[in-house]
């Protein structure tokens, strides 16, 4: 397929603009077939302060790397000067890892433009909101939106993917890099939220219904009134933005995706890393949607710190985008961090194969390291690569070259690991935009008066303590989103703040409950519609009737307080605070009541049978270990108790099923001492020790280590 000329890119540059607002077709994915989990890095040969390509990939070859991600960093490599592509610098690479069998995922290298490109348009850098205009140095620090700078990122993808797309060592395409609007909200964004807005409510006296624009005399005439970004206050407006700044992001990668499918050959996967954790800066479903395979960049705690929960946050998240297995695209493989006085620790011995491992096991098929070697300048130099400054073989080069023959040999077995989770967490990235805008617990204006106010206290802090409480009681969790079609498949669902949802998402959750399902609902959720719109019902709204109870009033608590006769036997745990809402029971059982001379007469924590199933729902904050016993209380309602609720504290396991159909159990010690437990799953083998594992075995896990048995 030939490349455009300016005149053909300029019209396609201007057509992602209309499908900013109208949306764009999705890119039919492909699943990929491995026989073997992917293990590699990202190599940056370009970087390297001497010619030692033969050297590297010898290296490599002998440590088993399997894939090797390239070229999503460099564009002033590929296009040095306007208009002009080298390729000769990575085709030598690209051949050399061919020849050893090395498999190579290329980049779409747009996240970070060029000098003769800014010094060409200086407009494409972004602008935010206030007017301030970035400068140049740091990458990301350009308008995704901006025509010019699509020309330029469509002329070069086209370029370097129609030149490699039919290399046989190219299995995919990395679109751009952990991409997000980067607070773009320059005069021509703004132009086109009011074009979205047009697009989603067609007249301004349908917005001035939504957003409650009577209020403060702000009732819009015409689509030319609408005011800027810049000093909205309304809740309604805040959201809006911010779903449009996801809009922005999903749009921009189908848009590059788009043309990368254009020239892809069959078999090629399309994918993009996502940074690690729960990030609200775009709308991760939407974009999965479009992706082949998910990928995702988790950094995590290491030495004493190491306890596996984030490798399982991350691998739980970027798995249930799609249902599907995913890539861990880069890692910690030495110290991470942009100084050397950041975090700068390494890891022990074994920790680097177990974190692999932790990545397998949630269902990864493929773990990749940031990256091959330590670079020698610019801001990532302290963010070290398997091979130090001194580009020479050392203990984390011998523990990756370990972990590399272990996978030639049992990687068979744990590839395309299927697993069928029975909890589930709902997250709702609307919820959290929406109380960052009317925020249940900060520290400002006449709060500012007490000091014991918990300001860490919000939705993502509440998600993440209902996430590291499953897994502590070793229990594996799926993510689901508003968008699940479905949540019939758990038996137990978590939902913190749904502070915004639609009629229908309420709708759905009573019906997951009246059909058999058990729910744990949490304060202020049902609040708002989907438009961050308070309900002009009683709370909590359409969930008033399975929940079993009402509330009309709530109150903030400036300190702590305990729940009467410690009901869960948690002893100092036993207490909650920064928030109560006043329930009055309809039908519900009270599991706690606060021990408070006023608010005693309220229950905190109720339960009501709805349907067939149960709709547990706290009322406060609950501590970490008051919030843990109430998740294994809802686990033995559930029957979702069990043999990994007995294990070692330090011990996790995860389970699934694997390509030939055997289920296979990991046990992974996240400790620096030896660890034993009895094995009461079905006969098998330890597939790294080569020893058969009978039921009710008493089984020994050296420190950092880990089991691996598949039933027979």
């Given at each position: 397929m030939s490349v455009p000329d300016r005149k053909q890119l300029s019209i396609v540059a201007v057509c992602w603009l209309v499908h900013v607002v109208l949306g764009l077709s999705a890119v039919c994915a492909q699943a990929p077939q491995l026989e073997y989990p992917l293990y590699g890095v990202s190599y940056y040969h370009e970087y390297m302060p001497y010619e030692r390509l033969e050297q590297d990939v010898q290296l490599m070859e002998k440590a088993g790397v399997s894939v090797v991600r390239l070229g999503e960093s460099t564009w002033s490599s590929w296009e040095p000067r306007e208009g002009v592509f080298e390729y000769e610098w990575?085709?030598?690479?690209?051949?050399?890892?061919?020849?050893?069998?090395?498999?190579?995922?290329?980049?779409?290298?747009?996240?970070?433009?060029?000098?003769?490109?800014?010094?060409?348009?200086?407009?494409?850098?972004?602008t935010r909101l206030g007017g301030e205009k970035a400068s140049y140095g740091l990458r990301q620090n350009m308008d995704i939106t901006n025509p010019t700078y699509l020309f330029y990122c469509e002329r070069l993808i086209r370029n370097v993917v129609s030149h490699f797309c039919r290399h046989p060592a190219v299995i995919g395409y990395q679109i751009d890099n952990e991409t997000k609007s980067y607070g773009t909200a320059g005069p021509n964004v703004q132009l086109g939220f009011?074009?979205?807005?047009k697009q989603r409510f067609g007249t301004p006296a349908r917005l001035n219904e939504v957003w409650g624009l009577t209020y403060w005399g702000q009732l819009l005439n015409d689509w030319d009134e609408f005011p800027p970004r810049d000093g909205a206050v309304n809740p309604g407006y805040k959201l809006?933005?911010?779903?449009?700044?996801?809009?922005?992001?999903?749009?921009?990668?189908?848009?590059?995706?788009?043309?990368?499918?254009?020239?892809?050959?069959p078999g090629q996967l399309i994918i993009h890393n996502f940074d690690g954790g729960i990030r609200t800066d775009r709308d991760e479903y939407e974009i999965a949607r479009v992706l082949d395979v998910t990928g995702v960049n988790p950094y995590h705690l290491v030495q004493d710190d190491l306890d596996g929960w984030s490798i399982a946050l991350n691998g739980d998240l970027c798995r249930s985008l799609k249902q599907k297995n995913y890539f861990v695209v880069e890692t910690n493989a030495q110290t991470v961090g942009w100084a050397s006085s950041s975090y700068q620790f390494p890891p022990w011995d074994g920790q680097l194969r177990l974190n692999v491992y932790g990545h397998l096991a949630s269902g990864a098929d493929?773990?990749?390291?940031?990256?091959?070697?330590?670079?020698?300048a610019g801001n990532e130099m302290f963010w070290k690569g398997i091979l130090s400054h001194d580009l020479e073989p050392n203990r984390v080069y011998s523990e990756m070259s370990r972990v590399g023959r272990e996978l030639q040999e049992v990687g068979p077995a744990l590839v395309n690991l299927k697993k069928r989770n029975q909890?589930?967490?709902?997250?709702?990235?609307?919820?959290?935009?929406?109380?960052?805008?009317?925020?249940?617990?900060?520290?400002?204006?006449?709060?500012?008066?007490?000091?014991?106010?918990?300001?860490?206290?919000?939705?993502?802090?509440?998600?993440?303590?209902?996430?590291?409480?499953l897994y502590d009681l070793n229990v594996e969790t799926d993510i689901v989103f508003p968008q699940t079609p479905s949540f019939e498949s758990y038996r137990l669902l978590i939902v913190p703040p749904l502070f915004v949802a639609s009629d229908s998402l309420v709708d759905k959750l009573v019906e997951y409950v009246?059909?058999?399902?058990?729910?744990?609902?949490?304060?202020k959720s049902g609040f708002c519609d989907e438009y961050a719109r308070v309900r002009w019902s009683r709370m909590p709204g359409g969930f008033r009737k399975a929940c079993g109870f009402s509330y009309q009033e709530a109150s903030t608590l400036t300190k702590p307080v305990a729940l009467r006769d410690d009901p869960y036997r948690v002893g100092q745990d036993n207490q909650v605070s920064v928030w109560a809402e006043m329930l009055m029971a309809e039908g519900a059982t009270t599991l706690a009541s606060y021990d408070h001379h006023f608010f005693g007469k309220y229950p905190a924590i109720t339960r009501n049978r709805f349907g067939?199933?149960?709709?547990?729902?706290?009322?406060?904050?609950?501590?970490?270990?008051?919030?843990?016993?109430?998740?294994?209380?809802?686990?033995?309602?559930?029957?979702?108790?069990?043999?990994?609720?007995?294990?070692?504290?330090?011990?996790?396991?995860?389970h699934g099923q694997n390509r030939m159909g055997r289920q296979v159990h990991y046990y992974l010690n996240y400790s620096g001492q030896p660890?034993?437990?009895?094995?009461?799953?079905?006969?098998?083998?330890?597939?790294?020790?080569?020893?058969r594992v009978a039921t009710s075995q008493t089984v020994e896990v050296n420190p950092w280590d880990l089991v691996i048995v598949e039933e027979e």
């Open positions: 990575m085709e030598k690479v690209i051949d050399r890892l061919h020849r050893a069998r090395i498999k190579v995922i290329l980049g779409t290298p747009t996240y970070s433009i060029p000098p003769w490109l800014y010094r060409k348009h200086p407009e494409v850098l972004v009011v074009d979205y807005l809006e933005w911010t779903r449009y700044e996801h809009h922005l992001v999903t749009n921009f990668l189908t848009w590059q995706a788009n043309i990368v499918k254009e020239y892809r050959k493929m773990v990749a390291y940031w990256h091959w070697h330590s670079i020698h909890v589930a967490i709902l997250y709702s990235v609307d919820s959290f935009h929406a109380l960052e805008a009317m925020p249940f617990n900060r520290k400002n204006g006449v709060m500012s008066n007490f000091e014991t106010f918990e300001e860490t206290t919000d939705y993502l802090s509440l998600l993440h303590q209902f996430h590291k409480g009246r059909n058999g399902g058990n729910l744990l609902l949490t304060f067939k199933g149960t709709l547990t729902y706290e009322g406060t904050v609950l501590s970490d270990g008051l919030q843990r016993k109430v998740l294994l209380e809802l686990l033995e309602l559930a029957g979702l108790t069990g043999p990994d609720q007995k294990l070692p504290s330090t011990v996790k396991a995860r660890q034993t437990f009895v094995y009461t799953r079905g006969a098998g083998r330890d597939l790294i020790g080569q020893r």
